[in-house]
């Protein structure tokens, strides 16, 4: 793959796509056996068949660092090309320092600029935005990777419908660099709420609540969400950004070509995607193959769309996130081509790569 030579002005898109799911499986028959609920309750109520658990020695860093390595070879530059590192997480390795750092020092990237970005499921937009201007104020700029990660069955009740038949664990990432005009990145839009950040969240631990007896007996370590106002703000914010991104651009739905969107529950995915006249030929859903991911979903999405075609040189993908805060963020994204290489959860890994 060739790219043009960075150069004060030029767009930003991605021009590599990485992925990586940790080996062990969580089933709708395991978790619904301890939830004394059927597999079958499971799937009509999230459209969720299967998702992926970090092995008790993973941490987030374990499974970004793959993911990222992946996209920089997909997109054909070594690590020391890399000017830039940002990480979206909300299941941190630790407190401090930055997971980006733990990334950096195991791929051996010194040359790239390491931080993390906090924003949920919305992560990893938030990042893009943090690395596509930093790469458009260089005067030489490099290449960033922007990486979403989550490690969320580390910090599930098992015993919690809500959470434990939705959230999971794995990574996905993507190379940020000049392309050619009119490609890349246009109309970031991001938004917060913070008044309703009391709806998810993982309130043992912090500054507020430091760990210790009583925030482990009362399970304060746990995921904590408030379902149905989270399925209100998703039912809300998803067309409203939608249709908000349209009339910024003065375009209608027909100029679309794919919808690259957060994946909180393939059911209600669809059911939106119906609402708003998407077919699932436009609306890339993945959910049903790994849960919830968290800030690893979208560019998952993109990574697996990319990978199977759904998306090519040339089409206009329209970016939707919404998550916890409460966040959420949009973007339009002129496709150039990218290659995808996904990491399979086998002892052989490689499950596949597509070139440009």
Same mark, same amino acid.
């Given at each position: 793959?060739?790219?043009?030579?960075?150069?004060?002005?030029?767009?930003?898109?991605?021009?590599?796509?990485?992925?990586?799911?940790?080996?062990?499986?969580?089933?709708?028959? $395991?978790?619904?056996?301890?939830?004394?609920?059927?597999?079958?309750?499971?799937?009509?109520?999230?459209?969720?068949?299967?998702?992926?658990?970090?092995?008790?020695? $993973?941490?987030?860093? *374990?499974?970004?660092?793959?993911?990222?390595?992946?996209?920089?070879?997909?997109?054909?530059?070594?690590?020391?090309?890399?000017?830039?590192?940002?990480?979206?997480?909300?299941?941190? *390795?630790?407190?401090?320092?930055?997971?980006?750092?733990?990334?950096?020092?195991?791929?051996?990237?010194?040359?790239?600029?390491?931080?993390?970005?906090?924003?949920?499921?919305?992560?990893?937009?938030?990042?893009?935005?943090?690395?596509?201007?930093?790469?458009?104020?260089?005067?030489?700029?490099?290449?960033?990777?922007?990486?979403?990660?989550?490690?969320?069955?580390?910090?599930?009740?098992?015993?919690?419908?809500?959470?434990?038949?939705?959230?999971?664990?794995?990574?996905?990432?993507?190379?940020?660099?000049?392309?050619?005009?009119?490609?890349?990145?246009?109309?970031?839009?991001?938004?917060? *709420?913070?008044?309703?950040?009391?709806?998810?969240?993982?309130?043992?631990?912090?500054?507020?609540?430091?760990?210790?007896?009583?925030?482990?007996?009362?399970?304060?370590?746990?995921?904590?969400?408030?379902?149905?106002?989270?399925?209100?703000?998703?039912?809300?914010?998803?067309?409203?950004?939608?249709?908000?991104?349209?009339?910024?651009?003065?375009?209608?739905?027909?100029?679309?070509?794919?919808?690259?969107?957060?994946?909180?529950?393939?059911?209600?995915?669809?059911?939106?995607?119906?609402?708003?006249?998407?077919?699932?030929?436009?609306?890339?859903?993945?959910?049903?193959?790994?849960?919830?991911?968290?800030?690893?979903?979208?560019?998952?999405?993109?990574?697996?769309?990319?990978?199977?075609?759904?998306? $090519?040189?040339?089409?206009?993908?329209?970016?939707?996130?919404?998550?916890?805060?409460?966040?959420?963020?949009?973007?339009?994204?002129?496709?150039?081509?990218?290659?995808?290489?996904?990491?399979?959860?086998?002892?052989?890994?490689?499950?596949?790569?597509?070139?440009?």
């Amino acid at each position: 793959m060739s790219h043009p030579p960075p150069s004060g002005g030029h767009p930003i898109g991605i021009v590599g796509l990485g992925s990586y799911l940790p080996m062990r499986v969580r089933t709708n028959e $395991e978790i619904g056996a301890a939830l004394g609920v059927t597999p079958e309750w499971i799937l009509e109520r999230t459209g969720v068949r299967k998702r992926h658990m970090a092995a008790p020695d $993973e941490a987030a860093s *374990d499974l970004a660092a793959p993911a990222v390595k992946s996209a920089v070879a997909a997109a054909g530059l070594d690590m020391t090309d890399l000017s830039l590192l940002v990480c979206a997480t909300s299941t941190p *390795d630790e407190l401090g320092p930055s997971t980006a750092c733990r990334i950096q020092a195991r791929l051996h990237a010194g040359r790239a600029v390491a931080l993390d970005v906090s924003a949920a499921c919305s992560g990893w937009l938030f990042a893009a935005k943090v690395a596509h201007d930093w790469l458009r104020q260089e005067r030489r700029p490099g290449y960033a990777a922007v990486v979403g990660v989550e490690a969320y069955t580390k910090f599930l009740d098992p015993r919690d419908r809500g959470t434990s038949v939705l959230f999971a664990d794995g990574a996905a990432a993507a190379v940020l660099g000049p392309v050619t005009p009119p490609g890349g990145f246009t109309d970031f839009r991001l938004g917060s *709420d913070g008044s309703l950040a009391d709806c998810v969240l993982i309130p043992g631990g912090g500054s507020r609540m430091p760990a210790g007896t009583r925030t482990l007996e009362q399970g304060g370590h746990y995921i904590h969400m408030d379902g149905r106002v989270v399925s209100r703000f998703i039912q809300a914010m998803f067309p409203r950004l939608v249709r908000e991104a349209l009339t910024r651009n003065r375009l209608t739905l027909d100029d679309i070509d794919c919808v690259i969107t957060h994946q909180p529950n393939p059911v209600l995915l669809r059911g939106l995607g119906r609402q708003l006249g998407l077919g699932e030929d436009r609306l890339v859903i993945v959910g049903d193959e790994v849960g919830n991911i968290g800030a690893a979903c979208m560019p998952y999405a993109l990574a697996a769309a990319a990978a199977r075609r759904a998306v $090519e040189p040339g089409d206009r993908a329209l970016v939707v996130v919404f998550g916890a805060g409460m966040t959420w963020g949009s973007a339009l994204l002129h496709w150039t081509g990218a290659s995808s290489i996904r990491i399979a959860p086998s002892a052989s890994r490689l499950m596949e790569r597509t070139p440009v």
